[in-house]
């Protein structure tokens, strides 16, 4: 049995447009919802604000890109998808992964702050709207040094907290 | 936003981490999978960062917000490519025992 929810949705004015999208949700708790959005836009349906029949949020785990459906974390797309599952930046460089992920609305490119490598490496960390820190960040360490590790990645987020090194 | 109860916890934790002896912190990186020495300082600039907005939000006092200024000044001071990042230097130097004194004072802060 599925319930039915047309919902007016309105995502952040960084996509820059007002999106409808249909779905259908099974009763069942762990179903999976379904989204038939436009093909041509993409947006995470955990930004969704506000909803015409009353509904907020309908599903963050769930993204809807290009029209496809898939689970938050299968593949790197956004940064929701590294803070669902930090293992994704496995053997991917900084220059692939900041090229996906640097148009983040409130996330900013940095460098590493303290160490040996300061002023060096890849940091991209997330800012409340009053510009304070949220304490999510992915970190790219270049490693190097006397006996010093190969490069790795770290990620902290408020899900999962703080990841162990990822290679 | 992290959980401000957490944040107290989480700092705790680091500044133990931080006054720790060496072989407990080597332990420590190698127990995250291998990381750099940095890790020691990158983990509290981290949390150093929040350390302002949890102080305008009543959770941190400013005692506790200087001792932890006061650690990160340190941990400034010594960052960039000045042999200071070894496990080596982490086990024998100086500059690495004045930061688990330093350490140590802020953790009585938090505790």
Redesign the interface.
Known sequence: MLRLLNLGVVVRPAIGAALTFMLAAPVAAEAQFLIMANPAAAATAGEVLTGAAGGTVINSRIQASQGALRPVGSILQSVDDVMANPSLLAGKSPALVQTILQKTPGWKVET????????QGFVF?EY?K?G????Q?I?W?P?G?????DP?W?V?S?TLG?S???? | MKSENNFVAEVAAMLRLLSAEPEVQIEYLEGIGGGSVDELALELDDLARLAPSMHDAGIVSLEQLRSIEAITSQMDSMSGDTGMWSIESLRSDEVWRQVRKLAAASLADFI
């Open positions: 590493l702050a303290k160490g040996s490598k300061a002023g960390r409340s009053r304070n820190p949220t304490g960040m970190r360490h490693g040094g006397h006996h010093g590790p790795y770290r902290t408020h703080k162990e090194v990822i290679r």
